[in-house]
């Protein structure tokens, strides 16, 4: 680089080229790029701030929006614990109330089937008496029955033709008398 810079002061010295007009170096260039971007910052500074300001309030707008999604993340996870640590006690709860609710249809099961077994009790009572009397108005009917055959019988071995003539005679004066 000083070999460079000594040359372009001994060129200059020796009539050449003056140092900002040096190949490669020439400052022309260096003033156009300059022109070019002072003209290029103004013509793009508002729509460049705008698109800035407006990316930035877009960005605010993201962490605002962030925030809240995150505070309401927070809420919810508060939320969530609490009732994980109140489940242990809800299911406690549950198990005792279905214990007891357990406990109140077993008794009730017992009630009803103590109850239908009174009942069953009662009915089977009322069909044995029932059929008690039916055997004993059977069993009366058939001892008459047998007792009549019997007396028949006995009747009927103990008659002789001359009784029987003799019932016959009475019958007929009876029948004969009232006729009267």
């Known amino acids: 680089m000083q070999a460079q810079l000594s ?11 003056p140092w900002w007009n040096y190949p490669g170096v020439e400052a022309w ?16 500074r508002r729509p460049l701030s705008d698109a800035l300001k407006g990316r930035r309030e877009r960005i605010r707008e993201e962490l605002k929006r962030a925030e809240r999604e995150r505070d309401q993340a927070v809420a919810e996870l508060q939320q969530m ?7 242990d006690q809800e299911v406690a709860a549950i198990r005792q ?12 099961l017992t009630q009803e089937t103590e109850a239908e077994l009174a ?20 069993l ?21 033709p001359e009784d029987d003539a003799r019932l016959i005679s009475l019958s007929v004066n009876q029948l004969g008398g009232n006729g009267n």
């Open 140 to 160: 009366q009917e058939f001892a008459a029955r047998q007792s009549l055959k019997l007396a028949e019988e006995a009747i009927r071995q103990e008659i002789k």
């Open 81 to 87: 614990e609490a009732k994980l640590s109140q489940l």
């Open 97 to 108: 109330h279905a214990e007891v609710e357990a406990a109140a249809e077993r008794e009730r």
């Open 7 to 17: 040359i372009v002061w001994v060129l200059a010295e020796e009539g050449g080229a």
């Open 29 to 44: 260039k260096f003033f156009n790029l300059l022109v070019f971007v002072l003209i290029a910052i103004y013509i793009l």
């Open 119 to 138: 009942k069953l009790k009662e009915v089977a009572r009322r069909e044995i008496e029932s059929a008690g009397k039916a055997a004993r108005q059977e």
